[in-house]
């Protein structure tokens, strides 16, 4: 597969809902309540990062059992990660920079890949490469919604997710952006909802999330 068809397939998943929960997951036992949760309200797009032991067998979980669920892997940093992602039946696989090895192995691989940049260089040598849509990490160190709106003028072609400091006290301030897809943010699965089962109380997070489309 192409990497503009890759792109396609990350634009359709970004576009799924205004934020894609950023999930660190112990204990892949809670991955289907905590998937089907989500999706109930309203966010299909699930990234799981490859922090924990349990990721992989959270993704095979929710790839099997979560209908509506779109589940891709987070903290990609080499060639193997994005192969055993695939294998466990990703759909999208996201990185916080853009080493050149992985971007040489994304070209290989069937995984539509989100990479990170944080500067206008790193965004323009992404670019070079193909990809249209990228991760802007970490996103209120780096910069904010400031930073990412003044790059929207000189890099038109380019839509980001930034990540990384986001909550719903400021995700407003980066969807509004007109070179701002969708965010990625990690209060949408608090540690301690996910120790105690608590997968209403995930859902009205995610309902409250997904509220947050720009109209």
């Known amino acids: ?11 359709a998943t970004l576009r ?23 999706v109930a309200g309203g966010i299909p797009a699930i990234e799981i990062t490859l922090r924990t032991a349990a990721a992989l067998d959270a993704v095979r979980a929710i790839a099997a059992e979560v209908e509506g669920a779109v589940v891709g892997v987070g903290t990609v940093l080499t060639a193997r990660d994005l192969e055993n992602a695939f294998k466990a039946g990703a759909k999208f696989a996201v990185s916080p920079g853009s080493a050149p090895r ?19 260089s790193e965004a323009m040598n ?24 003044a790059w929207a003028s000189p890099l038109p072609q380019i839509r980001f997710c930034p990540t990384g400091g986001i909550s719903l006290a400021n995700a407003r301030d980066f969807l509004g952006l007109s070179n701002v897809v969708c965010v990625g943010g990690s209060w949408l699965t608090p540690a ?24």
């Open 16 to 38: 799924l809902a205004p934020v894609v929960p950023v999930v660190i997951i112990d204990d892949a036992a809670s991955a289907v309540g905590m998937a089907r949760a989500l």
């Open 126 to 149: 992404l670019l070079e490469r193909g990809y249209r849509f990228q991760k802007f990490f970490p996103a209120v160190p780096a910069g904010g919604a400031k930073l990412i709106g």
């Open 102 to 120: 992985l971007l040489d192995a994304a070209d290989d691989s069937e995984l539509a890949l989100l990479p990170g940049a944080a500067t206008s």
């Open 192 to 215: 301690d909802m996910l120790k105690s089962g608590d997968f209403s109380g995930i859902e009205a997070l995610a309902r409250e999330a997904a509220g947050l489309a720009v109209r």
């Open 1 to 11: 597969m192409s990497t503009e068809a890759k792109q396609k397939l990350v634009e």
